[in-house]
């Protein structure tokens, strides 16, 4: 299908008045409403006819059209069904788009099984197909659904999304700053994250009280290939950086008690060439990485 009428503020609100209802803010929608940040967002997914996109918040589908026009399948999820029948009713005449009226997230750490099944069903068409996340991403959704399609094990090429600039700056973050966090390291260990440019409230509508960022995010599978188990490592990262500013001597001897003694870890950390005093927050990701790896792998064989 051909991209429908460019998303503009004047258009939006009277496709609203004419529906009779408006913005959900408890769903924190805030439209684009900046047509050339529209085509940006999308000129920088670098769209091909072998892509599977996934996006995440349709809204009333107005980027929505122009990744059906690029893609060969989009798999396009809203969970407010105000906003899903605008998009069906626009998005009618495309016949490579799956158009979900659900929440995305099935609990914070996994997609929908909705979600799952559809982005499998259009990989699977050809093997050559590649997954791309290109999103207005609701920005409580933002994280959840970032980092948990790191996780997965789909084809995926590249994310171009734009967040809060505040999750941004915390993606990119680096040790001994006060944004480092499990996220930080998660996203840097495996990807390259770069802020393609930071948005202003305006650039929205209805406005946002905070400022906005479009990041790109490209994985580095080298960097993947690394990591020992990925499942273990996010979970060893959400739990170390809850304690990031305590001495993770401490932290890692109480999270591995049943294999580990604190003597046992201070071996390994002097074993690394890592003060035993060190805390979480002070380790680039390369080093938490192989911290990891020596944990699993003592995990595995003392179970």
């Known amino acids: 299908m051909k991209p429908i009428e460019r998303q503009t503020r004047s258009r939006l609100m009277s496709l609203f008045r004419e529906h009779g209802f408006g913005p959900n803010a408890r769903l924190g929608q805030n439209f684009l409403i900046d047509i050339n940040i529209i085509d940006f967002v999308v000129r920088e997914a670098d769209i091909t006819p072998d892509d599977v996109v996934l996006e995440v918040g349709v809204g009333t589908g107005g980027m929505t059209s122009f990744l059906a026009y690029l893609a060969a399948h989009v798999v396009a999820v809203e969970i407010d069904p105000n906003m899903y029948r605008l998009a069906s009713d626009v998005l009618a005449n495309a016949d490579n788009l799956s158009l979900l009226n659900i929440d995305a997230l099935r609990n914070k750490n996994h ?25 207005n991403l609701p920005y409580s959704v933002g994280t959840p659904v970032m980092s948990n399609l790191l996780a997965t094990d789909w084809p995926w090429e590249r994310m171009v999304t734009t967040i809060q600039l ?19 390291v998660w996203m840097q260990s495996q990807c390259r994250v770069e802020i393609l440019r930071k948005l202003p409230p305006s650039v929205f509508w209805p406005q946002p009280k905070v400022n906005s960022a479009i990041v790109r995010v490209v994985p580095d599978h080298d960097a993947m290939a690394k990591i020992s188990d990925r499942e273990f490592f996010q979970d060893f990262l959400r739990r170390l ?3 990031r500013r305590k001495l993770m001597a401490g932290v890692l001897a ?3 008690r049943k294999t580990l003694s604190k003597d046992d870890v201070r071996s390994m950390l002097e074993d690394m060439n890592l003060p035993t005093n ?22 595995q064989s003392n179970p």
Do not use: C, W
Not at 111 to 135: G, T, Y
Not at 166 to 184: H, K, N
């Open 111 to 135: 997609f929908a099984d909705e979600v799952v099944a559809e982005v499998d069903k259009a990989l699977a068409v050809d093997e050559s197909r590649r997954l791309k996340l290109v999103a």
């Open 254 to 256: 109480g999270m591995y």
């Open 241 to 243: 950086f809850t304690l």
């Open 278 to 299: 060190v805390r979480a927050e002070q380790l680039e990701p390369a080093q938490l990485v192989e911290l990891s790896n020596r944990l699993h792998a003592i995990t």
């Open 166 to 184: 505040e999750l941004a700056e915390r993606m990119i973050a680096g040790p001994r700053t006060s944004d480092y966090s499990a996220l930080s």
